[in-house]
């Protein structure tokens, strides 16, 4: 009996070059083989390089590109690109690379890659602190938003200060204030006081400021030109970014900490943007030769000679 793998590439686009050297106009490549002749074929669907590393999943190494952001010596780095390019995994890739906590099992992370042989003075020097805004509701009100944007900051900084009790020492302490941005000056200040390194890692930034405009309650919040209290709402919303962002930029004006950003649109211009820069255009999706390369560690050398026929002939 054979076994069909199949691979769904979303968002063809992004293989355009390399769907030109198979005849079928479809999303997905089925490859059948017989299950004896391959190795078992783990596939990760995580942002998480940690777990994709643990699961053994098939990686395509972008740590070359750790050292070329570091000699940007650039405190706060933005990097945008649509969804589904990459870019979680890549931003877990950094702070993997760069926690303190991960020093003992660098090796086992990175060892056969490019930043694993070739280390930067940085590696596994900072503390992490990370954010996620892709789950930001804003199909509320404003009450509503501030209290989940509270409570993303908070939970992220509990787990920051768990994880680091021991590297923070006696400057430790807990977060308990419903104000999430009085707790993350606590926290700026208590880095400042331990000596540590701080590295701040903030996934889809941009995502609420992306859908505001989708939420009815908030157009029409917008549209209401008369109605000051609802004005103030939206500028409430706004507020709440612009003081993150402030107290983020005077933490890296201090060198108290860098920063790593992940969005779609730039909303603050306060960074140094991958996306401008041509020898960033290929940190994210596959081009045609790195898909070749992966296919050629799963299948072998016969895929590819497959397809080459199969552009000849097809």
């Known amino acids: ?57 098939y990686y395509l190494d972008k740590t070359h590109f750790i050292p070329k952001i570091e000699a940007l010596h650039a405190r706060i780095i933005l990097s ?17 690379y760069y926690d303190v906590k991960n020093s003992k099992r660098f090796k086992q992370l990175f060892q056969d890659l490019y930043i694993g042989k070739n280390p930067t003075l940085l590696a596994s020097k900072f503390l992490i602190l990370k954010f996620n805004f892709s789950g930001l509701h804003t199909d509320g009100s404003y009450k509503t938003f501030e209290a989940n ?48 390194k701080l590295y701040i890692f903030i996934d889809e930034y941009d995502s609420s400021m992306n859908t505001v405009l989708k939420n009815q309650l908030l157009r029409q919040d917008l549209s209401i030109y008369h109605k000051i209290k609802e004005k103030a709402k939206i500028k409430l919303m706004e507020n709440l970014f612009k003081q993150l962002f402030s107290m983020l930029k005077t933490a890296c004006d201090k060198s108290i900490a860098r920063i790593f950003l992940t969005g779609v649109i730039p909303c603050f211009n306060i960074s140094e943007d991958l996306t401008l820069q041509k020898e960033f255009w290929d940190l994210y999706e596959f081009k045609k030769s790195e898909i070749e390369f992966l296919l050629d560690k799963i299948f072998g050398n016969s895929l590819l000679d497959n397809t080459k026929k199969e552009k000849c002939y097809g």
């Open 1 to 57: 009996m054979q076994n069909f793998y199949t691979f769904h590439f979303l968002l063809s686009h992004h293989f355009s070059q390399f769907q030109s050297n198979i005849s079928s106009k479809s999303l997905s490549i089925i490859l059948t083989r017989s299950l004896s002749s391959l190795k078992p074929l783990p596939i990760y669907l995580s942002g998480s390089f940690e777990d994709l590393r643990a699961e053994n999943s």
């Open 80 to 96: 945008l690109r649509p969804h589904y390019f990459g870019k979680t995994l890549f931003l877990t890739t950094l702070s993997s």
């Open 149 to 196: 944007f509270y409570k993303i900051l908070n939970s992220n900084m509990y787990y920051f200060m768990s994880r680091y009790e021991q590297e923070l020492g006696k400057y430790h302490f807990q977060i308990h204030k419903k104000d999430a941005l009085a707790n993350f000056r606590d926290l700026l200040n208590v880095v400042v006081l331990s000596s540590k």
